[in-house]
């Protein structure tokens, strides 16, 4: 290495290809997460539920060790419910794990004023972005759809192909629910981080949009007589399209379809919010 | 990961075409915010291999560098830097400029080196590259024994002089400095001014300066544009008016010239006389000694002679004037 020139020279080497220039943000931003030992703590902590739910499955298929300890009968029964309450639990958790990582990813480089930097070389704002939103992505699905489709497959050659044939569809639902609910939580993240530039803020009102939406929803239902409150409640629109992917019973007041339109338009607004705030110079006008 | 050549070979080509390809081409540029006019129609064409951008405060240099760089939209006209166009092939643009703006813009819990390495790569540099630049730039700026610092211990000085490392770090063939000096005590002028003319006369690539402080641009420019309320108020080639100035002699008589004016003026030169003051024009050929011979045989006494110099600030003035 020539650290000793110390006089200008230009740069003639080759270049990395375009397209995988946002994968520069995506090492950085997640090298940063884990220089924390909070964030590295709670990442670990999210496993715990997918080993439980691995032994669970393991002990369903050997009822021979359930008898040694006494049991009768296998009470554990392996089937959609089971993966919709997996899915459930590590939902939390990456909600809990998005409100701790999100805000730390744009916030850092609008308090810095460091957007500039970033688009006055050959990279787009939407590059940014999908560096940015990559990093929460394939964190989260590591704690949601990667172990939920370990568990499927663990599942399935315990079960053997008759039960994977007539399951298979789970693993569409494990996936499908994931990723809507990741890519709610990392735009609501990003564009609260983009907006808010104090990081505990950003957390803050991340948790503030989930739960004081779901009061919100609530009282508004109750004062106006109405089940259109639950539009704003996030967690409950959430709630249906996992139980309609996943074909629980559940007396739900709106359909599949309307929580559907109402994530989708969600994820519309927090990508404007982010279009509009992710840009080199602000312009006033 | 695969590796393309295709942006480095453009780069090359920049680099050939430099020399006949103006830096910055403007044609009727104007830009708008709202409804108010920022940059009026500006028509120029600069090639220098330092330019320099002069303007008071709100004049719309550094909106003309956000339009450069395609941060801005033009509402009419064309801009091209190094031959590109700024609407369609900002990417291209964006590939060859070095930028350091004016505000605060780095990270402040990243390391100079990581964060010097980051920019580099997000130019486009592998990783391993990108490290090695890193390094090469921390140390051509001044900052190798604090490169490991966190940029949020920094200085003001010395977080301008990483920004200026992130702005070469990469290679480019035009570099943009917005306000270089901004914040820095006179030493720390000096040097960043020391520095930017090191780069200069490398002459591997070509430096836009935007200040509003003529003594940074007279000090480091070949070129200079003067924005005033938008619109383009002067263009002065100042290594032309250097070597201009150098025909312009004021001088300052004792007593009575006598004939030394006709003299002088018969070997060409045109003169002018106020009282015991003289101003000339040299002609081609004639030299200052021959002045002093002409006053010696004379026997006039010469008490002062200064070649006439048209300083930045009288070109500032009069366009301010203007």
Known sequence: MAVYRRTYTSYSGVLTPAWSRFLVLFRYSRKNLFRSKLQTGLFVLCFFYPLACLLIIY??????????IGNVGNPFNIDNRFFFVFIDVQGVLAFVL???????????????????????????????????????????????????????????????????WDHLWIAGSIVLSSLIWIAILSLLAMALSAWVKWRIVAGALLLAVLFFGAGFAQAINAV?????????????????????????????????????????????ICLALLVRKVRAYEVVK | MTIQHGAAE????????????????????????????????????????????????????STLINTLLGFYKPCSGAARVLGYDVRTETRKIRGLVGYMPENDALISKMSAVSFVQMMAELSGLPP??????????????????????????????MKQLAKLAQAIAHGPKLLILDEPTNGLDPSARSRMIRMIRDIRDSKQLQIVLCSHLLRDVEDTCEEVLILNQGRIAHYSNLEEERKANKRFLELELYGANGDFTEAVEKLGCEC???????????????????????????????????FRRDTLEDIFLKAMGS
Request: charged share 20%.
């Open chain 1, 59 to 68: 002990l369903a298929h050997n009822l021979s060790f359930l008898e040694k």
């Open chain 1, 98 to 164: 998005t409100a701790f990582t999100g805000p730390g990813l744009i916030s850092p480089d609008l308090a810095n004023g460091a957007l500039p930097l970033y688009f006055c070389r050959p990279f787009s704002r939407a590059e940014y972005v999908l560096g940015k939103a990559s990093v929460l992505t394939i964190l989260l699905s590591q704690i949601t759809w990667i172990p939920g489709l370990v568990l499927f497959a663990v599942q399935s050659s315990l079960a053997g192909p008759e039960w994977t």
């Open chain 1, 224 to 268: 106006m007589r109405t089940q259109s409150g639950h539009f704003i409640n996030i967690v409950y629109l959430m709630g249906t399209v996992w139980t309609s992917l996943f074909r629980i019973e559940a007396d739900r007041s709106m359909s599949a379809a309307e929580a559907w339109i109402a994530l989708l338009i969600y994820c519309g």
């Open chain 2, 10 to 61: 453009g780069t090359r080509q920049a680099n050939t075409a430099a020399p006949q390809t103006p830096v910055i081409e403007l044609q009727g540029l104007s830009v708008r915010f709202g409804r108010r006019d920022i940059l009026k129609d500006l028509v120029c064409s600069l090639r220098g291999r330092a330019i320099g951008l002069l303007g008071p405060n709100g004049a719309g240099k």
């Open chain 2, 128 to 157: 391993a590259a990108a490290l090695e630049r890193a390094h090469e730039a921390l140390f051509c700026v001044g900052l190798a024994e604090a490169r490991y610092r966190e940029l949020g211990t920094y200085s003001l000085g």
């Open chain 2, 272 to 306: 002018a006389t106020t009282a015991n003051r003289l101003k000339m024009i040299l002609a081609d050929g004639v030299e200052i000694r021959d002045i002093y011979r002409i006053a010696a045989e004379r026997d006039v006494r010469i008490r002062r002679l200064n």
